[in-house]
């Protein structure tokens, strides 16, 4: 059984770098054909695909955040990591760490709410 968890802090500052990483048990991120992703839902919206980072190591980001986004892993402690800069009050949501492999998302972590506030 895979198993995904989101670490990091839930407050970040304006301006600042939001970080978020997930640990993975029970299955690789070095594993075939899997994209390891982050996604997140603002208070009263909808998902948001933020990016993922793939069993290779090849990136790919939303192009609305493109600018702002990083997604690294450590495939030593079988971790990928979400890096988002400059944020602002929009960027306040519940972020999610998933598995997808060809056609789904298959695993999901349980979410970790992030506020951005002075």
């Known amino acids: 059984q895979v198993q995904l968890q989101e670490s990091g802090p839930g407050l970040v500052k304006p301006s600042q770098t939001l970080s978020l990483t997930c640990t993975v048990s029970?299955?690789?991120?070095?594993?075939?054909?899997?994209?390891w992703s982050w996604i997140r839902r603002p208070p009263g919206k909808g998902l948001e695909w933020i990016g993922y980072?793939?069993?290779?190591?090849?990136?790919q980001y939303n192009p609305s955040l493109k600018s702002r986004t990083s997604i690294s892993r450590d495939t030593s402690k079988n971790q990928f990591t979400l890096q988002l800069s400059s944020v602002t009050p929009e960027d306040t949501a519940n972020y999610y760490c998933?598995?997808?492999?060809?056609?789904?998302?298959?695993?999901w972590g349980q979410g970790t709410q992030v506020s951005v506030s002075s």
């Open positions: 998933a598995r997808r492999d060809r056609f789904e998302y298959d695993y």
């Open positions: 029970g299955g690789s991120i070095t594993s075939n054909y899997y994209y």
């Open positions: 980072i793939t069993y290779t190591g090849t990136t």
